[in-house]
């Protein structure tokens, strides 16, 4: 190896090893972590449904259909922790909290859960963010903080 190829060596591993560092350090100052594993109880269900677990926490079963999410309309507490639990009846969806970075995929045959909170009141439109078919843009919900 001669000098020059020592010297694009180094400076692409000194370049790696930045990359690394920031992405550690990013992950760290904005408390990103790897999901949780979700309990076995939990599996893929047909119908949607809220539940306030005694502390306060709403939980909201979402079941992704072509071209509804269900349920359609749902209140919570601003400000309090929501967990959303997904599921898909038919085909991959997705599920975009407008103004978040709440973003998930709706798998048939599988659940995706992630917990979020709304800082602030208002309507939240949630939308599916992967092509379903036909009336894929119709494909809307909404979560109402207040
Ligand atoms: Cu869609």
Not at 16 to 24: C, E, I, M, S, V
Not at 81 to 97: M, N
Request: aromatic share 10%; net charge neutral.
């Amino acid at each position: 190896m001669d000098r020059a190829e020592k010297i694009v060596v180094g400076l692409s591993s000194g370049l790696l090893g930045l990359f690394f560092l920031a992405l550690l350090a990013a992950a760290r100052l904005k408390a990103i972590d790897v999901p949780p594993c979700l309990p076995p109880e939990v599996r893929p269900f047909q119908t949607g449904r809220i539940d306030t677990l005694p502390d306060g926490t709403r939980q909201i079963f979402y079941v992704a259909r072509m071209w509804r999410f269900e349920p359609e309309v749902v209140e919570v507490p601003a400000g309090k922790p929501v967990d959303i639990f997904l599921s898909a009846a038919d085909v991959t969806h997705g599920l975009y909290v407008s103004w978040t970075n709440t973003n998930l995929m709706a798998i048939p045959g599988a659940v995706n859960a992630y917990r979020f909170q709304l800082p602030q009141p208002g309507v939240y439109p949630i939308i599916c963010h992967e092509y379903c078919g036909a009336a894929h843009q119709n494909m809307v919900a909404y979560l109402i903080a207040k």
